[in-house]
């Protein structure tokens, strides 16, 4: 009888192992699996075929003037160049979507690419309702769409109309386009500088340019499913591809994408042991896999009576400006005790080092987090927070028309209302305004 209850207890405590242990070890859409390296070996898969657009309006062709200095068509063709595969395709847009019928390898190397797409659709406005909703309701599983625009909303009659009639119409657009089915794709808005030497047509004169020599703001749109956005941000063939801030004349960027249905980044991280901040003391917690995300019997350094721990995280795919990454204040921490992120900074040879490289992985950044005590068990949370950029904002305005700005060369005509109404459809089918959560585990 005793052996009979014995054996039950033993059944017990098994099953409870196993149910415990795996509950550590599910994806719940918002964390990253203890330990587990978010890496794919993409090498099998194809690569994704990339639809390539390009606005040919009248306020467009000033980009790639003889007079300038070609940073425009060298971003281009650096975005071109750095693409794997021979199948992807062509589209000039403007009030349609057109193939571009010379093929690519013609278009890189056209000495005005401007010049050579002309009498392709109607460049005096440009149909965003039509080219939004290709990309977003016409990129399949497998593809991407990378727009190059301007991003000045315009319809065909604008003489004499005030500018909030514009702007309301714009939302409208944004809103009858960007619906429930954004909770599938992702939209990456990179804003980008370029020579601009040619005629502007301000809102109030769309068919009567005046001509305008210096810098002026374009965007890179990029647009696929949340599965071709975690290829994009994991596979190394576009390493280069995605690294738009080493790319001539970029000024910022920003990612709408929902979180809590399907999200596109689950990064890896560790804790480690013998980081050079590290202070206190601790054990690694049992969690398999490379990484630890648990500790235990944590203690106080003797001497200035904290914890300071090193996290090792892979941010290597995150498209977020790299400043917006290593900023504290853009991560929320949830925590029993409280829980505070010192530094972030990133991964340097020295922190390589042999008893560390199991640990690191493939690690860019590493969070230092300080405790004053852990008084119990817990879970802590970590997550990137969504925040609307404050660039948008400040490269906004209301009114073109004044080319003596001094914030001319830095502004486009109704920008914050197209983008913070992609930005208010992301958040209505998103769970909490976050990129990303990274789960702890702290036991005193």
């Known amino acids: 009888m005793c052996r009979y209850i014995v054996g039950l207890m033993l059944i017990a405590v098994l099953v409870t192992g196993l149910i415990s242990c795996s509950g550590r070890h599910v994806r719940d859409g918002r964390g990253t699996v203890a ?15 990339v639809k390539f657009y390009l606005e040919r ?35 000039v847009v403007n ?56 991003m000045i909303y315009s319809v065909k009659t604008m003489v004499g109309v005030n500018p909030q009639k514009i702007f309301a119409d714009a939302q409208g657009m944004v809103s009858s386009v960007f619906k429930e089915n954004v909770k599938d794709k992702s939209l990456l808005v990179v804003q980008m500088q370029g020579s601009y030497n040619g005629p502007y047509y301000a809102y109030d004169a769309p068919t009567k340019g005046w001509n305008y020599d210096g810098k002026r703001p374009y965007y890179i749109l990029v647009c696929g499913t949340n599965e071709s ?38 990064p890896y991280c560790s804790f480690l042991m013998a980081a050079k901040e590290v202070q206190g003391r601790f054990k690694p917690g049992r969690d398999g896999g490379n990484g630890i995300t648990k500790l235990v019997d944590m203690l106080p350094d003797r001497d200035s009576g904290k914890l300071r721990l090193a996290l090792a995280v892979d941010l290597a795919g995150v498209m977020l400006p790299e400043t917006y990454l ?13 829980v505070v992120i010192q530094e972030i900074r990133k991964v340097t ?18 969070m230092i987090l300080e405790i004053d005590e852990i008084h119990h068990h817990q879970n802590v949370e970590i997550s990137l927070k969504k925040i609307f950029p404050s660039w948008i904002t400040s490269s906004s305005t209301d009114d073109d028309t004044d080319r003596q700005s001094g914030l001319f060369s830095k502004q486009t005509f109704g920008l914050k209302y197209l983008l913070k109404g992609i930005d208010e459809a992301y958040a209505r089918v998103s769970n909490q305004p976050y990129y990303f959560t990274l789960s702890l585990r702290f036991e005193k």
Request: aromatic fraction near 12%.
């Open 349 to 366: 040879e020295r922190d390589r080092t042999p008893a560390e490289k199991k640990y690191i992985g493939q690690a860019t950044h590493i």
């Open 229 to 266: 956005f975690r290829q994009l941000s994991q596979d190394e063939r576009y390493a280069k591809f995605r690294d738009f801030e080493a790319m001539s004349g970029f000024q910022n960027e920003m990612l709408f994408t929902a979180y809590g249905h399907d999200n596109v980044f689950t």
């Open 326 to 338: 290593q900023d504290s204040k853009n991560y929320k921490v949830v925590s029993d005790d409280h």
């Open 95 to 150: 009030d349609g979507i057109y193939p571009y019928p010379k093929g690519i390898d013609q278009f890189v190397s056209d000495g005005n690419i401007f010049e050579s797409t002309k009498g392709i659709g109607d460049p005096s406005y440009t149909d965003f309702k039509k080219i939004f909703d290709n990309l977003l309701n016409k990129t399949e599983q497998g593809e991407l769409s990378v727009l190059v625009t301007d």
């Open 57 to 91: 309006s009248g306020s467009m062709i000033a980009y790639d003037s003889p007079r300038g200095d070609g940073s425009f068509k060298a971003a281009i063709v650096t975005m071109l160049n750095n693409l794997p595969g021979k199948h992807n395709r062509l589209f």
């Open 35 to 49: 330990g587990e390296s978010s890496m794919v070996d993409y090498t099998k898969k194809k690569p994704l075929l």
